[in-house]
């Protein structure tokens, strides 16, 4: 099915200088949004966003093959099986509908597509893999696992109210574990602490 | 029939390419507004698809400067980015801001061939309605 497409289709990828902003990739990290500059919601939605990408070539694919294999027979079982794959797809749009409805974009319209679109950045560059990288580091190693899980959530900006949330803790236990993560690490406050995860300076 | 589609998802962009290829649609695909909006200025389409989150340009401004050099051409806006706005509903409110900076019909990811190709139709249907356009040389999806 692809090398006969691409047999009448071409591809244009060649970058052009006249894009109005700057292909945030190629600068500096320093000037690059981070990951302590995201909330939760804009996180989740750029994961949704992600998500949707492969989910949408696969929904495609799957009724090209049904419409490709309904002439023919070559297996009893392929329509069953065809029918089942489709209704995977889509049971896995429909959950990850339910999880993008439920992230709440702050400010107006505008606003939130500008922040969509740094956080759909962030992550493409490897957002969440440098939260996982930093769990290897030795300094983490004095962590517990319900502190490393607030860690996690602090660094991808979650407030103490959301951490909690999603931790099934009350804000107050999830304060006082933040603060013992800041103790152990030797943060002064949050954003010295966020910005000891995403500059990499617990490697010591 | 030609379609320009501009995603810089690699594998989206083949999807939709062997989905219109089927529709005996002839597709050129960009990865990136800047090289769209050139092949745009090379060749002519029945019908440009954009998707909305692009790197470089965003997909808004891609329908505003396509708008500008092709005020007839069909535009779909498409995307897979969606939230809840505390004040409004829905994604629908981005897709409409599509329609106002120029799409003429929009849809959202993930969808079906038959929901693609319905698109398409009803964007050249609704260009042609509202203008002297002389688009559409023949798409029976």
Redesign the interface.
Known sequence: MRSASQSANQRVDDARANDIEPDLDNVPARSRPDGSQLTVDEVGSAIAHQVTEPLTALLLYLHEIKRMTASSAPSAALPAIIDSAIGEAERACAIIERISESFQSSGDLELAIVRGRQAIRWLKRGGVGEQVAGDQRPAFACLTARERQVLDLVSSGASSKEGALRLKISPRTFETHRAQVMHKLGARNTAELVRMVFVGSLSA | MRALVIDD???????????L??QRC??????????????LEQQDFDVVIVDL?L????G??TIYRIRQHAPDVPIIAMT???????ASN?TT??LD?AKRRGATFHIQ??????Q?VDAISASIERCRASGPASLARGFQP
Not at chain 2, 9 to 19: K, L, M, P
Not at chain 2, 55 to 58: A, I, K, L, R, V
Not at chain 2, 80 to 86: A, I, Q, S, T
């Open positions: 998802d690699v594998n989206v962009g083949e999807a939709i390419q062997a989905i290829a089927s002839e597709t050129v695909h960009a990865l990136r507004a800047s090289s769209g909006i050139h092949a989150f790197p470089g340009m965003s808004l401004d897979g980015f969606r939230y809840r706005h505390r829905s409110d981005l801001l990811k993930p969808f079906t061939p038959s693609l």
